[in-house]
């Protein structure tokens, strides 16, 4: 698991919560998250089910795609497709995915590289394995999160962000027993470089064996985390936790996320994926590719989109997306 690594012992440190002030959030759940696919046949898991939305809010949907060692000519992707009103954080962990979009974003992403679309008012978009990867076969692991808009937002024009991996805030705990890779929002009062509209914080961890990360966190935050890989424990009780595995925290002003000290051959580390949000608190109606606040929206984009209103397929098209797929 590549991603983007670094001498923890060279790295800013996050302060370990001062007890008296910070209570340590409590685990209201863990969750095992099933299995699917996704697009033109890729293989998911869907962190979030079975999780509700309170728990969730202002975070909609997130799959975690691959692990996988694809067989030559085995790689895959989605077709052309809408979004309204939400943005889509793909993280590329292993591997290599091309995006292209209707307003005119796109680019390559690797190891450690985000992509961060807003599709806002609405935009078409595709996201596929380069031609060679396909031809070569090989490793695939990523993350795809759907960040809610508030009301406000809901109709803001598209636009695009290509984060490198190297963009990334790089933290270390306390004791350098974790690597911290901020990749939006704000921890300990260092800041990552995605631009969001809800306040949140996302953080790829990687926790060492029989290390402990106790991190402070936003108590306006609501606070998640989901294990890419490897196994451990949550919270002050030690909850158990594993790969594919989500955590939902209660209220509080810290957190923790501990590493056993034997991992599994395979998963030399504890990978997590740490997020909170501020809660928008308002009504949800989701619809395939739309999340919308009322149903006559969500009938509002279908039509739009019907109508060739939420952009046009480019011209010039990534190799082999030479067809739509309606929702």
Do not use: C
């Amino acid at each position: 698991m590549p991603a983007i690594t670094a001498n923890t012992l060279t790295l800013p440190r996050v302060v370990v919560p001062d007890s008296a002030a910070a209570v340590q959030r409590p685990v209201r759940s863990v969750t095992t998250a099933p299995s699917d696919f996704e697009g033109e046949g890729f293989p998911v898991r869907r962190a979030f089910a079975g999780v509700s939305f309170a728990d969730l809010d202002p975070f909609i949907h997130m799959d975690q795609m691959g692990e996988v060692e694809y067989a030559p000519g085995e790689p895959k992707g989605t077709s052309w497709h809408p979004h309204r009103g939400f943005e889509t954080v793909t993280y590329i962990i292993d591997g290599i995915f091309d995006h292209q979009d209707s307003n005119g974003g796109g680019g390559t992403i690797t190891d450690g590289d985000t992509q961060w679309m807003t599709a806002g008012s609405g935009l078409l978009h595709i996201e596929k394995p380069p031609e060679h990867l396909v031809v070569s076969g090989g490793l695939f692991h990523g993350i795809q999160l759907w960040v809610n808009l508030p009301r406000a937002h809901k109709f803001h024009p598209p636009r695009y962000q290509d984060i490198r991996g190297g963009e990334a805030k790089l933290l270390a705990s306390a004791d350098g027993g974790a690597l911290l890779r901020v990749i939006a929002g704000e921890l300990d009062g260092h800041q990552g470089p995605g631009i969001t509209f809800t306040p949140i914080t996302m953080v790829h961890a990687t926790v060492s064996p029989g290390a402990t990360l106790n991190v402070p966190w936003n108590p306006g935050f609501n606070a998640l985390a989901y294990v890419l890989a490897g196994q451990g424990s949550v919270g002050a009780d030690h909850a158990p936790i594993r790969k594919g595995q989500l955590a939902v925290f209660g209220p509080g002003g810290a957190l923790t996320l501990a590493a056993n000290p034997r991992q599994p051959q395979a998963e030399p580390n504890l990978e997590a994926l740490l997020l909170g949000g501020q809660p928008i608190r308002e009504p949800v109606v989701h619809y395939g590719p739309f999340v919308m606040n009322t149903r006559a929206e969500i009938l509002q984009a279908m039509e739009d989109y019907q109508a060739g209103r939420l952009g046009v397929v480019p011209a010039e098209r990534m190799p082999h997306t030479d067809r739509e797929e309606r929702p």
